[in-house]
């Protein structure tokens, strides 16, 4: 399955990999957005030759004859598929066009939805997730990976958000035709954590509908400041994480900074 998007001039490429050659030249691809340490890969060539054999997802976007961005995925219990790992070309429109090539390799083959982990303090792609693709997180995952050694992750806990994407779901299938999707706030909602200078400061949850703010950027605070890069790492998982684990529901992202939570 290829899917073609011209974007900007520019004319991207969509399909499944099968060879060892293209395998190796994602594998690359991961390796400089993450820097993976010796030994901590998540992926390996021979697990994509593995996967994609066995029924699995694994594809490229081309920007022209370049790989620009790749996807990996197997089939998980729930009539879906687990992507396990995604990397693109920051800024092009690569991850947009890689998950609607995922969307559609799914519902060709009558899954239900996709899911995927990601790090909940990573404001880009809490925006990317649920903004612009509409999926919805569904269960806070503390230390999911254990202590993580790669470039990007710079020794931090590495905390998790399962996010569903109900494939067929009506803001699903608008956004997925460039509809945007606002997320509606409360004049009454509260601020359950909120960003004072760039420090983490815990407010009040006693509302139907909490805000839950992220850092601007967790990157850049574990290599600058790891002691508040932490700070907002355990910050995040006691409010967000407590609010999910009684039951709130994360509707959307907010101003691409907060998480927006229905506790009732």
């Known amino acids: 399955m290829t899917s073609t998007t011209r974007r900007a001039g520019r004319l991207i490429a969509v399909r499944e990999l099968q060879k060892i050659a293209e395998f190796e030249e994602l ?32 594809a490229g976007a081309f920007d022209g004859d370049r790989l620009a961005g790749g996807s ?20 092009r429109g690569i991850g947009f066009e890689l998950k609607l090539h995922q969307r559609r390799w799914a ?22 997730n649920l903004a612009k693709l509409g999926a919805r997180p569904h269960e806070y995952l503390p230390g999911f990976y254990g202590i993580m050694g790669d470039e990007i992750n710079q020794g931090d806990e590495s ?19 460039r509809q945007p999707q606002p997320v509606h706030v409360p004049r009454d909602a509260v601020v359950g954590l909120a960003d004072d200078g760039g420090r983490p400061v815990p407010g ?24 508040t890069a932490k700070a907002w790492r355990h910050a995040v998982r006691d409010v967000l994480g407590g609010l999910i684990a009684e039951g709130g529901v994360v509707t959307g992202f907010h101003q691409k900074s907060s998480y927006v939570v229905e506790t009732a």
Not at 73 to 90: D, Q, R, V, W
């Open 27 to 58: 594998f690359a691809l991961f390796d400089g957005i993450w820097r993976f340490d010796q030994g901590g890969q998540p992926i390996t060539v021979e697990l994509m030759r593995a996967l994609s054999h066995a029924g699995g997802y694994v």
């Open 72 to 91: 990996v995925g197997f089939l998980a219990a729930g009539n879906a598929l687990h992507s396990h790992i995604t990397g693109a070309s920051a800024g």
């Open 107 to 128: 519902l060709e083959r009558g899954l239900d939805r996709v899911t995927w982990t990601y790090d909940p303090l990573v404001r880009r792609n809490a925006h990317f």
């Open 159 to 177: 905390d998790r958000m399962l996010a569903i994407w109900e494939l067929s779901a009506p803001h699903v299938e608008a956004l997925a035709r």
């Open 204 to 227: 009040r949850t006693d509302a139907a509908v909490v805000l839950v703010a992220v850092p601007a950027d967790i990157e850049g605070l574990r290599r600058a400041d790891p002691g």
